[in-house]
Antibody
Framework: QVQLVQSGGGVVQPGGSLRVSCAAS????????MHWVRQAPGRGLEWVAF????????YFGDSVQGRFTMSRDNSKNILYLQMNSLRAEDTAVYYC???????????????WGQGTMVTVSS | ESVLTQSPATLSLSPGESATLSCRAS??????LAWYQQKPGQAPRLLIY???NRATGIPARFRGGGSGTDFTLTISSLEPEDFGLYYC????????FGGGTKVEVK
């Protein structure tokens, strides 16, 4: 079945780095744009980043621009989010999500990963 | 950026009752609006896209409507599994979400 399985996450000190991964199965991963969405504890949803189906274009939310990067390996069906210069306010559950389309961040999310917790604390 | 405002913040209802959730956009998003359901400890689940189209496997009791700046999600005859958080999301530019409506058992 269509599935996104996340790994990584954990506790990191402010200023540190962390990478989370998202393994896709059950669909043609290389045909779809992928997103990261986060949710701070007790808060709502915030879109974080998008990568085009072929990895050529990437877009980031203002709150993470310049600190987070995103990549994908279409040969392995894996999506990555590299988080650098982490701050306390980055503490959240991070979800990978499949976009309905492939080319544009203007998208809705029809499949979600299970989420992975990232805690930034000293 | 289109800001989405959801109301009410909390809806207290009994199983079998009907729920009407509102999502208002600060500027027109045409029909580029989706609705999600989220339960504690779970990822969101897509319910409605393009304002009124049900996602695969979503029961017919979930109905989305509206266009431009005013949207509604109606759940007719609430089932026990329908209680939870609901978010709207627009996708005219970068995606943004509303603050959510909690549907709780009265």
């Amino acid at each position: 079945q269509v599935q996104l399985v996340q790994s990584g996450g954990g506790v990191v000190q402010p200023g540190g780095s962390l990478r989370v991964s998202c393994a896709a199965s059950g669909f043609a991963f290389s045909n779809y744009g992928m997103h990261w969405v986060r949710q701070a504890p007790g808060r709502g949803l915030e879109w974080v980043a998008f990568i085009r189906h072929d990895g050529t274009n990437k877009y980031f939310g203002d709150s993470v621009q310049g600190r987070f990067t995103m990549s994908r390996d279409n040969s392995k069906n894996i999506l990555y989010l590299q988080m650098n210069s982490l701050r306390a306010e980055d503490t959240a559950v991070y979800y990978c999500a499949k976009g309905y389309g492939g080319y544009d961040m203007r998208d809705y999310f029809d499949v979600w990963g299970q989420g992975t917790m990232v805690t930034v604390s000293s | 950026e289109s800001v989405l405002t959801q109301s009410p913040a909390t809806l207290s209802l009994s199983p079998g009752e009907s729920a009407t959730l509102s999502c208002r956009a600060s500027e027109s998003v045409s029909s580029y609006l989706a609705w999600y359901q989220q339960k504690p400890g779970q990822a969101p689940r897509l319910l409605i896209y393009d304002a009124s189209n049900r996602a695969t496997g979503i029961p017919a009791r979930f109905r989305g409507g509206g266009s431009g700046t005013d949207f509604t999600l109606t759940i007719s005859s609430l089932e026990p599994e329908d209680f939870g958080l609901y978010y709207c999301q627009q996708y005219t530019r970068w995606p943004t979400f509303g603050g959510g409506t909690k549907v709780e058992v009265k």
